[in-house]
């Protein structure tokens, strides 16, 4: 699949989408993105750095513990976004 197609292909899906499933895509998105972006010295370095009051995306103060990836670092969620 091309770029320009799949593109294409996300925004139809979301230029025809109703709410509630934009909201389901997002959840499934940020999903995504908790389990598997941060590299060990990704998180590491950004774990360092985190201040866990805090969400880094949206700011809200209401994040849980996530368990831990595999590599044994703390995950967080973040019950706002």
């Known amino acids: 699949m ?6 294409d292909i996300i925004d139809s899906i979301i ?5 509630d499933e934009i909201e ?6 940020n999903n995504h993105i908790i ?8 998180h ?3 774990s360092d750095e985190f201040d866990s009051s805090f969400c ?3 700011g809200h103060e209401h994040i849980i513990r ?3 990836d595999k590599n044994g670092n703390q995950r967080y969620l973040c019950k706002h976004c």
């Open 66 to 68: 996530y368990g831990k």
């Open 56 to 58: 880094p995306h949206c």
């Open 35 to 42: 389990n598997h972006i941060y590299d060990g010295e990704v």
């Open 15 to 19: 230029n025809n989408a109703t709410d």
């Open 24 to 29: 389901i895509i997002r959840e499934k998105l």
């Open 44 to 46: 590491k370095e950004l």
């Open 2 to 7: 091309t770029d320009k197609m799949f593109n």
